[in-house]
């Protein structure tokens, strides 16, 4: 599938922010844990959430969708192996651990590979795992976790490790007794989480902290919850309305998710006014900025790839620094096709110059946060930009291309 885009001019209008990508995944994962339905609403229909409904049918669960409603009940979970195809297509599957743990306290998962944008090796995950008693076998392809003698405990993760946190709250909700986790994750999707295990009886407290409790329960029940919005969609719409100076409107944007991004915002210039959840954004002239991306709150990686358009439209040079992934640049290798003046001084660090004129060239999107940024930079380019592997921004935005369009973009989809 590919998409090709015509530089499109100011665009106008609102766009809408979906559900969260990236609390669906945990959301779904945690549906396992009990015989009982579990609903969950706004969930978007986005690709991984196909691959996981497909790996968790495969498990014997039912999963039905209804527009954006999806109903789960697991009667029973299966202990069969997970296919290594469907692991390779989803990094997210790695959240069946701690469910399948949670629900069977044993599983094996083919070991999910490094992908495009680094290693992000799964240590975090056994670790955590470990320390609460599980036994693990590592093999070259695959993982068992043999979780009988599982007990509460107390966990130190090794990093602020969102899946790995996740994972832990899985499987730490099924265990009697107090588990704290410390050095956990904060995101909004970890405490999208724990709402919904709270929901099934879990007593969690401190979750959006890094020190979470959890006083598990054996017999976790059905519940029904409503999933949060993409607080990195909103962020890409807000940059997307800055780049191509439109006054365009986001609404359902999770304002509160996204504090230390709107500092940025201002500070590079982008003007923009909040009333409720719709941010307006207004035509800007944009400074150079220096910006680093942290674990929540700090400014999300999975934002960086498109402040990197911005920076090619500044007056000046702007550096990013992603300590937190190697590899996550090579969109700026895509960017410089089309005209853009960067130096990648290292895996984590890139300088950008401008104000540099985009022009429109055929390019690949190298994964989902890189793909839709490139699309950014196709509306402001001069003529045709064709971007190749689309289909990989459909892994995590739905109706991308729909939604574009009503506000005005010339952007069309080609299978
Ligand atoms: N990292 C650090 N220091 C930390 C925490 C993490 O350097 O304190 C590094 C890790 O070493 C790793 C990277 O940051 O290289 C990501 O680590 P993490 O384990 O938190 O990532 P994850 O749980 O595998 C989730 C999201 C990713 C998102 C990251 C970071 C899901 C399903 N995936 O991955 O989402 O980039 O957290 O926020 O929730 C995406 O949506 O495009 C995506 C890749």
Do not use: W
């Amino acid at each position: 599938m590919h998409l090709t885009i015509q530089e499109s001019g100011v665009l106008s209008g609102e766009i809408p922010v979906y559900g969260s990508k990236n609390a669906s995944l945990p959301l779904l994962a945690a549906s396992l844990l009990t015989s009982e339905e579990v609903i969950l609403h706004n969930i978007p229909a986005i690709r991984d959430l196909f691959s996981m409904k497909e790996i968790m049918t495969s498990l014997g669960a039912t999963v039905v969708r209804d527009g954006n409603t999806v109903s789960i009940t697991a009667t029973t979970v299966g202990t069969s192996k997970i296919s290594e195809d469907t692991v390779g297509a989803l990094r997210g599957s790695i959240l069946l651990l701690g469910a399948l743990l949670g629900r069977n306290r044993t599983v094996t998962l083919p070991l999910p590979g490094g992908d495009i944008i680094g290693a992000r090796p799964i240590d975090a995950h056994m670790d955590g795992f470990a320390q609460l008693g599980a036994h693990i076998t590592s093999r070259a392809d695959e993982v068992s976790i043999d979780g009988k003698d599982m007990k509460a405990g107390t966990v130190v993760l090794k990093e602020f490790s969102v899946t790995a946190t996740e994972n832990i709250l899985l499987v730490a909700s099924t265990l009697p007794g107090t588990t704290v986790i410390h050095i956990a994750a904060a995101e909004p999707h970890v405490v999208a989480l724990c709402d919904l295990l709270r929901a099934m009886g879990a007593t969690i407290t401190g979750d959006g902290t890094h020190t979470i409790t959890i006083e598990g329960n054996e017999h976790l029940h059905g519940a029904e919850v409503t999933n949060i919005p993409d607080m990195l969609e909103a962020g890409f719409f807000i940059l997307l309305a800055a780049a191509t100076h439109s006054k365009l409107t986001v609404t359902n944007v999770p304002v509160d998710h996204l504090l230390l991004f709107f500092k940025k915002c201002k500070e590079i210039g982008i003007r923009y006014e909040i009333s409720g959840t719709n941010v307006t954004v207004h035509p800007s002239e944009l400074r150079p900025f220096k910006m680093q991306v942290l674990p929540y709150p700090g400014i999300p990686t999975d934002l960086q790839a498109p402040f990197a358009v911005i920076a090619t439209q500044a007056s000046g040079s702007s550096l990013i620094h992603d300590p937190m992934y190697e590899g996550r640049f090579k969109h700026i290798f895509e960017l410089e096709k089309m005209g853009a003046k960067a130096v990648v001084c290292d895996p984590h660090r890139v300088l950008i110059t401008g104000p540099t004129a985009l022009s429109g060239k055929r390019i690949p999107s190298l994964d989902l946060r890189s793909g839709a940024t490139l699309i950014i930079a196709g509306l402001i380019a001069k003529g045709e930009t064709i971007i190749d592997q689309a289909e990989l921004i459909g892994r995590g935005y739905a109706d991308i291309v729909p939604r574009l369009q009503a506000i005005g973009a010339n952007i069309e989809q080609h299978e």
